[in-house]
């Protein structure tokens, strides 16, 4: 069952541009992303989208659908109520390159300040051993496709982009986070999260746990802890005195 | 760094793409956060006019606005002193306590502060830093206000478990104690589910298999996070049941309507 919809599509540069009204075939079944490469196929070959594996997973295919950030392969068609306006726009807080193609370099940036992974010595026969409790918390921030749909909408930096330079954002809380809690790191980076990455400016409003499509809880498991851990080193009295009594410990 | 923006991309308070009716959330909240807390700032002033007692006469049905009732049995002096209401004391633990909750920043930061409105909707601040600076750094101290609010849930449940008991008659059971009881639940589960409880029981740890006490701590910590789930839920309810125990409670303690019970008084 073939129907013809109305898609708005913003078109143009970072200084020049505008929506553009396309009529397109949609059939059963279809996400957004199939009909932006019917609009591609059938009335702009020259329309700029950047995707890869139209399977929700490389986290390539993000915009702004009526305004909502998500991920263009897995919002489908029918989610729009007949005659419904659908607009398609690319990402607001990432320099504009092209149609949907934002450049989202400032992601690869920050991720380099987060210092790696590093392991504790492994016991005498060579090897590591974790519990698989003591990794759960863990295995569910690296579900993370890197869409950078959270970052997107946090509005830290979405609307105030001159924080860019002092907030790393909701995806490298989560990353931060997994690497905090692993039990064989040994790296401390709270000082790196409260004071190079910001988490001070996050006022957990949970934009970025709405809009995630791996469904992490962002804001509940990995920066509410973030910043519970940060409270104990830097705004806990009573727990740096205790420190300072009876030495810190880091099981 | 002046630079000609397309005007579908351009930022400012309230610019979104979104057509959704975004605001009706931040709206209810704004609404009924406005009229909660408006009723409970009434509250602890109220010992006059035609809603005027707080207290059943002869029973220990108290409004839980004024637990602990050995306070409100000290505060005799007090009030001819300075007149303090008894009710002040929660201004020590529940106020800041659900101030400083994280589930509360949430819902004003977005409701009053504009700060998103919602998601991808423009914010009212023309510059940010959250709670990176003074004052709100000081939500930091979730932790210290959870402390003394943890005090509170015994003493809740205490005079929930009171007020089953009517003095000369014995014990029975009536809406307005079991209100009361309903109250002290959704208090414990509320503070029970606080996410500054959940790291303090067991989130701050890395290794939750190393000792029996990590495992222990594990343990709790599950329970703190599956309560912690519905924290927004527990928020609510026992915010929207202490106002409608208050308002139960003074409606029958100044004879505007009769509670239902097993006792003969009242
Ligand atoms: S919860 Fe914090 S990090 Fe997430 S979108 Fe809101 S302000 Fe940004
Ligand atoms: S945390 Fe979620 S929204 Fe953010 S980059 Fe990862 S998958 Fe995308
Ligand atoms: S194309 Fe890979 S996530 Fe959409």
Known sequence: MNETVNVRVFRGDAESGGWRDYAVEVEEGQVVLDVIHRIQATQAPDLAVRWNCKAGKCGSCSAEINGQPRLMCMTRMNLFAPGEPITVAPMKTWPLVRDLVTDVSFNYETAKTIPAFKPRPPEADGFWRMQQEDIERGQEFRKCIECFLCQDVCHVIRDHPANKAAFAGPRFFVRLAELEMHPLDTEDRLELARRDAGVGYCNITKCCTEVCPENIHITDNAIIPLKERVADRYFDPVRWLGGKLFGRRRP | ?266
């Open chain 2, 1 to 266: 760094m002046a630079q000609a923006v397309a005007a579908p991309l351009r930022r400012g308070f309230l610019t979104t793409l979104r057509h959704d009716r975004w605001w009706v959330e931040p709206a209810l909240v704004f609404v009924s956060l406005s009229l909660f807390f408006g009723w409970l700032t009434a509250s602890i002033v109220m010992d006059w006019g035609p809603f005027g007692n707080y207290e059943v006469e002869g029973t220990h049905l108290l409004s839980p606005v004024f637990e602990p009732t050995w306070l409100t049995a000290i505060n005799a002096d007090w009030k001819g002193a300075w007149y303090l209401s008894p009710a002040f004391i929660v201004l020590i633990g529940p106020v800041p306590f659900r101030a400083t909750c994280y589930y509360y920043r949430r819902a004003y930061y977005r409701s009053y502060f504009l700060s998103p409105p919602a998601c991808a909707v423009g914010d009212v601040a023309p510059s940010y830093r959250g709670e990176s600076r003074f004052p709100l750094i000081m939500q930091n101290a979730h932790r210290y206000v959870m402390y003394v609010a943890l005090v509170f849930v015994p003493l809740l449940w205490i005079g929930a478990i009171r007020s089953f008991h009517v003095p000369g008659e014995g014990w029975g059971i009536g809406i307005g104690s079991v209100l009361l009881a309903l109250n002290a639940f959704l208090l414990m589960m509320y503070t029970f589910s606080c996410h500054s409880l959940r790291h303090f029981v067991g989130g701050g740890l890395n290794c939750f298999s190393c000792s029996a006490w990590t495992r222990a701590r594990k343990r709790v910590w599950d329970y703190v996070s599956l309560w912690n789930e519905g924290h927004r839920f527990w928020a609510w309810s026992s915010l929207l049941v202490i106002v409608a125990v208050d308002v139960y409670i003074r409606l029958v303690a100044n004879g505007q309507i009769t509670d239902p019970n097993t006792w003969s008084r009242f």
